[in-house]
């Protein structure tokens, strides 16, 4: 019992050192998948600042512009969320049937955050509707968070 109590206070006390170990990176030490990401879809944007976040098992990247907008990618460089303030997100990174979707059901909005896990797509519009989509661009969920 002793054991495995030494061992889970270990592994607490590397998760609690782990944390929160944020470092500033330049844009050519970004995976080459995420820089090519950027160059084609931000290529008027200007950096502000790039970090690469280590946690426990994973890593991650985040890409900070001076407009606010930020693109957060995982260690291969593929993005997994994209967040717009001042713009709308790149309609090339929207999957079709997603856009198709906004476009007849809320044609004043626009897509200002995407978000892709392995599951589902999580999209914000202008006018705050949450929408969850399937990979397979069906709607699961939809929430409104005028609040």
């Given at each position: 019992m002793k054991k495995w109590m030494f061992l889970l206070v270990c592994m607490f006390s590397m998760q609690v050192a782990m944390a929160d170990n944020d470092k500033p990176i330049t844009?050519?030490?970004l995976p080459a998948a995420a820089q090519t990401f950027i160059k084609q879809h931000f290529a008027d944007a200007k950096v502000a600042f790039v970090k690469m976040e280590k946690e426990f098992l994973d890593s991650s990247y985040d890409v900070i512009f001076i407009n606010g907008d930020?693109?957060?990618?995982?260690?291969?460089?593929?993005?997994?969320?994209?967040?717009c303030r001042r713009m709308t997100v790149p309609q090339a990174i929207v999957p079709t049937k997603v856009q198709e979707f906004v476009k007849s059901n809320y044609p004043d909005a626009n897509v200002i955050k995407i978000e892709k896990d392995r599951?589902?797509?999580?999209?914000?519009?202008?006018?705050f509707w949450e929408l969850t989509f399937d990979l397979n661009g069906n709607l699961i969920d939809m929430d409104n968070d005028n609040d």
């Open positions: 844009f050519e030490q930020k693109v957060e990618f995982d260690k291969k460089g593929n993005w997994k969320d994209v967040s599951y589902e797509y999580e999209v914000r519009l202008s006018n």
